[in-house]
């Protein structure tokens, strides 16, 4: 089995926090990662700055945008996962849009990821057509593919997604932008309509914002991904290498 298909057969009650690369440092995403890890983290997503993420908030926008005015792009991000492999065992997930993908060579980045020590990808804007052939392709270099399903997803068509999909299904718990919400999705009966389809592990992201949220999703979903609240504590804290490790020590 890969990294991800380990931890989710170890762990159905998984965190997933999510941060984005260069955000405000390459030393901050290096420490960041090391100090979630050793807070009891499963599985580490790690956006790739892009000009126009695709359906994040103001929070993780704003992250982006000042790490791509900080020069950083996506050889960075794969260098600082080269660098800290062998000291984090939890999963590394690349968060990137299709435009960087094909820019950076394609499938040359995707072999780049796997050596670098990535465990998965997920491409948020990749078409259908091309989604099949990058799913082929990472499998045979070890990494998972995932594919996101909306709370609008019809039925048939989350079946073909978790048919090109591996590791993990990514469920948006809600319509609309990422950011920070008040009051926990109610995702059960989306989850078990998800899983009469796939039996793959379910991960949920999108609102998920504190520790009641993450033991709510869990109930029915084996992960909860925590994105804009992270790095908004991150953007506010002195130290957000700390920040980042206490924050997952809150949400367990």
């Not at 000291?87 to 499938?107: E, P, T, Y």
């Not at 709510?216 to 504590?233: E, F, N, P, Q, Y």
Request: glycine letters at 8%; charged letters at 20%; hydrophobic letters at 45%.
């Amino acid at each position: 089995m890969s990294r991800i298909e380990t931890i989710f057969a170890n762990n159905n009650k998984a965190l997933m926090p999510f941060i984005v690369a260069g955000f405000p440092s390459l030393e901050t995403t290096e420490g960041a990662i090391i100090a979630m890890d050793d807070a009891g983290a499963s599985i580490i997503e790690i956006g790739i700055p892009f000009s126009d993420p695709i359906a994040d908030g103001p929070v993780i926008a704003s992250a982006m945008h000042q790490a791509l005015l900080a020069g950083i792009t996506p050889a960075d991000a794969i260098a600082v996962v080269s660098r800290i492999r062998k000291k984090v065992s939890a999963g590394l997930i690349a968060m990137v849009s299709d435009s960087i993908v094909r820019r950076s060579g394609g499938f040359t980045f995707i072999d780049l990821l796997a050596e670098a020590g990535f465990d998965g990808i997920i491409i948020p804007d990749i078409d259908d057509h091309d989604a099949e052939d990058m799913s082929a392709y990472c499998k045979g270099c070890g990494l998972t593919f995932t594919m996101l399903i909306s709370p609008t997803t019809p039925k048939g068509r989350i079946a073909w997604l978790s048919s090109i999909s591996t590791g993990f299904l990514y469920i948006l718990a809600r319509v609309g932008l990422t950011g920070e919400q008040t009051a926990p999705p109610d995702i059960c009966a989306r989850i078990e309509e998800i899983r009469t389809v796939t039996d793959l592990p379910l991960a949920v992201g999108f609102g998920i914002s504190t520790r009641e949220h993450v033991l709510s999703v869990t109930k029915s979903a084996d992960a909860a991904i925590v994105g804009s609240a992270l790095v908004g504590r991150m953007n506010s804290a002195e130290d957000p290498v700390t920040a980042a490790g206490d924050f997952v020590c809150e949400l367990l």
